[in-house]
C-alpha cells in the first residue's frame, strides 16, 4: 500500500476517533437538519416543501395594462396553491406588512409603468419589490415571478419595436401611424404575459413529478456548511504534528517528503468525504429523501469534498500556529455559510457580494444536491461539479507551493 495512503488512513482513524470532533461533524448538522425540517413542515405530512399559500401584498398605482397583468398573474390559477395574495392601495400598509412579518414580499408598481413601458420613456420608474428577510425562500419565489413576468414584458416591448420599424422601412405604414400601432402591440403583448407564469411538475417521462424535497437543500447545506470546521480541524493536525515533533520524525523515516505531504492532504480530502457521505446517507436512510442517480451523488460528494478540504489545506499552509487555525477555520465556516446559501439563500445579501458566493463550496455542492433531489442527471450537474474540482487543483496548488516555502515538510 502506498505509504501516502497509508499516513491519509491514519489521520481519517484518528479524527473519528474524537468523540468532541465526531460531534461538531455529524451530530450538530444533522440535528440541525432535522430542526429546519420540521420548521419547514417536511415532517408534517402537510407539505413537503413549506411552500404553499406565501402571503404577498400587491399595490398597483398603474392605471396601464401592465399593472392589472401583474396583479390578475399573482391571483392566477396557476399559482393559487402556491401564493396568497392581497391589494392594498396604501404603500406605506405594505411596508408594515413586511415589517410585521405578515407578507413574504411587496410588490409595488408605480404610476405611470405602463407608459413608461410601451413609449420606453427615458428613467422610467420601476416596480419595487419588498423582501421580508425573515422568510428568504418564500421571498425568493416571489422574485422570481416578477422577474419572469418582466422579462416578458421586455421581450413583448423589444418586438413591437422591430416590427414597428420593419413596417416603417416597408412603407406598409406612415410615421403618424407608428406611435399607435406600437402601442396597440404593447397591450396585446401585456395581455398574454400573465401566462407566462405556470407551475407543472413533470419528470422525463411525461408522468406528474414528485414533489421537491426541502430536505435537498437543507441537508447539504449544513453538512457543507460543518465540513468546513471539519477539513480545517484536520489542516490543524500538519501544524499541531510540527509542533509536537511528530512530524519531524515522521520525515527521518524512509519516506519521501512529497509522500508526507501528499498523504496528509490526502487525509484532509477523506474525513470530508467521509463527513459528507454519512450524512448523506444518513438522511436518506431515517427521512426517506431521494438524492437522485447515485453515480452523480458519488461524484458530488467527492468534489464538494475536495473544495473544502482545498481550503482546509489553504489555511493549514498559511496559519501560524492550531489556534490560529482553529478561529480562521471556525470565521471560514460561518462567512462560506452565509455566502454560500447554507443559511438560506443569498437575497439579502449587497449584489457586490454575490460574486463571492461561487468562491465557496457551499454554493456549488448545495446548487447541485438540489437539482439532483429535482432528478437531474450527472451530464446536468457538471458545471457545479467542475467549479467544485477548478477550486480544489487551485487551491491544493497553492497550499503545496506555500507548504513548500514555509519548510513544513
Known amino acids: 500500500m502506498p505509504k501516502s495512503l497509508l499516513i491519509a488512513l491514519k489521520d481519517l482513524t484518528l479524527a473519528f476517533r474524537d468523540v468532541g470532533g465526531l460531534l461538531l461533524m455529524l451530530l450538530a448538522p444533522f440535528a440541525l437538519t432535522v430542526g429546519i425540517g420540521l420548521v419547514t413542515g417536511r415532517f408534517s405530512g402537510d407539505s413537503s416543501t413549506g411552500l404553499s399559500q406565501i402571503p404577498v401584498v400587491l399595490v398597483n398605482n398603474d392605471d396601464g395594462d401592465l399593472g392589472r397583468v401583474l396583479v390578475e398573474t399573482f391571483a392566477s390559477a396557476d399559482l393559487a396553491d402556491l401564493l396568497e395574495p392581497k391589494t392594498v392601495t396604501d404603500e406605506a400598509a405594505a ?5 410585521a412579518d405578515e407578507a413574504a414580499a411587496a410588490v409595488i408598481v408605480p404610476a405611470g409603468f405602463s407608459t413608461a ?19 428568504p425562500v418564500s421571498a425568493g419565489v416571489v422574485q422570481s415571478i416578477v422577474e ?57 417521462s411525461g408522468r406528474a413529478a414528485e ?34 515533533g511528530t512530524l519531524p520524525r515522521l520525515l527521518a523515516a524512509p519516506i519521501g517528503a512529497g509522500e508526507v505531504l501528499g498523504g496528509k492532504l490526502l ?18 436512510a431515517l427521512f426517506g429523501v431521494d438524492w437522485g442517480e447515485p453515480v452523480a451523488v458519488i461524484a458530488l460528494v467527492l468534489a464538494s469534498a475536495a473544495g473544502a478540504a482545498g481550503w482546509g489545506a489553504l489555511l493549514a499552509a498559511l496559519a501560524q500556529s492550531p489556534a490560529q487555525i482553529s478561529g480562521l477555520g471556525s470565521a471560514l465556516m460561518l462567512i462560506f455559510g452565509i455566502l454560500g446559501g447554507s443559511l438560506g439563500n443569498q437575497i439579502a445579501l449587497p449584489d457586490m457580494l454575490l460574486p463571492v458566493a461561487w468562491l465557496t463550496p457551499n454554493y456549488w455542492g ?19 461539479l467542475g467549479a467544485l474540482l477548478a477550486m480544489a487543483a487551485a487551491l491544493f496548488g497553492v497550499a503545496i507551493v506555500a507548504f513548500r516555502r514555509r519548510g513544513l515538510v
Do not use: K
Open 95 to 99: 411596508r408594515a406588512a413586511i415589517d
Open 211 to 244: 414533489a421537491f424535497d426541502v430536505l435537498t437543500i437543507i441537508a447539504p447545506g449544513f453538512a457543507l456548511m460543518f465540513l468546513m470546521f471539519t477539513v480545517t480541524n484536520a489542516g490543524r493536525t500538519i501544524i499541531q504534528e510540527r509542533l509536537n
Open 366 to 384: 448545495i446548487q447541485g444536491f438540489a437539482a439532483l433531489g429535482t432528478g437531474a442527471s450527472l451530464a446536468e450537474i457538471a458545471p457545479d
Open 117 to 135: 413601458i410601451f413609449e420606453a420613456v427615458a428613467d422610467a420608474p420601476s416596480i419595487e419589490l419588498v423582501l421580508n428577510p425573515e422568510r
Open 267 to 284: 487525509g484532509i480530502f477523506l474525513i470530508g468525504v467521509a463527513q459528507v457521505a454519512i450524512l448523506i446517507l444518513a438522511n436518506g
Open 148 to 204: 419572469s413576468l418582466l422579462s416578458r414584458i421586455e421581450v413583448g416591448r423589444v418586438s413591437g419595436q422591430v416590427a414597428v420599424e420593419q413596417l416603417l422601412q416597408t412603407g406598409r405604414i406612415t410615421p403618424d401611424q407608428a406611435e399607435a400601432i406600437g402601442r396597440e402591440f404593447g397591450e396585446q403583448q401585456a395581455g398574454t404575459a400573465g401566462s407566462a407564469i405556470t407551475i407543472r411538475r413533470v419528470d422525463v
